[in-house]
């Protein structure tokens, strides 16, 4: 049997093991030694699982993950995320619709110190829906704001999917990092926007908040500081060149430690859930790259890879052509894989095409983010929303996707002026790093 056709075989067999509910760590690694061992030999697979192993176990890279997922632990446990709501909320809540565009905003600094998503919804959907809730805003707007609030953490540097990307790819994570700024920053205001609009327009979707004195307000910016400081931190020593991504994962969980212990909100229980939290989470990403990279060897050996970018290259769709199909894709894929599958499955045909195709690596990794983002709301799957249905179970499942239209189709219009304006990306990094 030719190497291709085991290619393919194995791919709709990893498929198949994933929809059954079987971890895609486990798929990966199953599926890519099996078909190491079919298409070369027994001792090719276990030198290939064994240098896999060592290599991403040394990878000095691969630290920056537990960092930050420590971090956004530390920032959840000592209530800082609490803090960063409830002083957003006294500045806006009086617009239409204000306590939803607070809990956007919430989330993108949220995400400045955490780098999940599902995270970010977790944490802000039990502080959120309370107080929407308490001003009878309409349940599927309040959710659906909240799920995809949650997306921004994902794009907003630090990021975990840009760490694993960059991984992958060989891109540059510190490019990555300051590539999703503005990106972020605008889809913050694009949903912002999106919510104001459908306020003013039936105000009861989401009434005016109370009102806070300007002296409450100016207050609240205390709780304001500490993710400004750790975010600026982060970013302004990587922009500076004065740390790698990794060693500004290490001095923002210092920066964390250290003002929660002043503020008096560091204590050994808060610790120790931070850590347990973090190791589970670090061990299942660790395992899915692991996984990743051995199916990746795998598919080297099927040609699959250069068979598809020799296909697609003769089909002269050219780059706006090329996106447009890889959009339909991306989201035809969301709707039925979770996000860490669909990059894994994704990334090893779809990198060399776009390489091909001339289209900047850094750019790319802020467009398969995004569309990342897109799957974490898309149905049936759509992570997201099933989060915001456990934590507002008075709020049907389907009435949360349908408040998910609007911002599902502000992301896509926003992709289209990223790609029409791809310096809107790649400026900020290009700056940094040419200087």
Partial sequence: MEPLTIGLIAMAGMLLLIMLGIPI?????AVGAIGMFIVSSSMYAETQLLLNLMEQGTNFSLLAIPLYLLMGQLVYRTGLAGDLYSGIYRWIGRLPGGLAVASILAAAGFGAVSGGSATAVATLGPMCMPE????????????????????????????????????????????????????????????SLVIVVICTIKPEMGPVGERFSWAERFSSLVNLAPILLIFGLIVG??????????????????GVLIISLVMGRLNIEVLRLALVGTS????????????????????????????????????????????????????????????????ILTIPFVFPVIVSAGIDPVWFGVYIIIMCELAAITPPIGLNVYIMARVAPEVPVGQIFLGIVPFFFTTLFCLVIFTIWPEIVTALPTYAFQR
């Fill in 25 to 29: 760590s486990f798929a990966l690694l």
């Fill in 132 to 191: 929407m809730r308490k001003f009878n805003y309409h349940g599927g707007m309040s959710a659906a704001s909240i799920a995809i609030a949650g997306t921004l953490g994902i794009l907003i540097p630090p990021s975990i999917f840009m760490i694993a990307y960059g991984i992958w790819t060989e891109t540059s994570i510190g490019a990555l990092f300051l590539a999703g700024i503005v990106p972020g920053i605008i889809l913050a205001i694009a949903y």
């Fill in 237 to 254: 020593g990587i922009y500076g060149g004065i740390f790698d991504p990794t060693e500004a994962a290490a001095i923002g969980v210092v």
């Fill in 280 to 343: 589970r989470t670090s061990m299942m990403i660790f395992m899915i790259l692991l996984g990743g990279h051995v199916i990746s060897r795998f598919l080297v050996l099927t040609n699959i890879s250069s068979t598809l970018v020799d296909y697609i290259v003769g089909l002269g769709l050219g780059v706006f052509g090329l996106l447009a199909l890889l959009t339909l894709m991306y989201i035809v894929l969301g709707m039925i894989l979770d996000i860490w599958a669909m990059l």
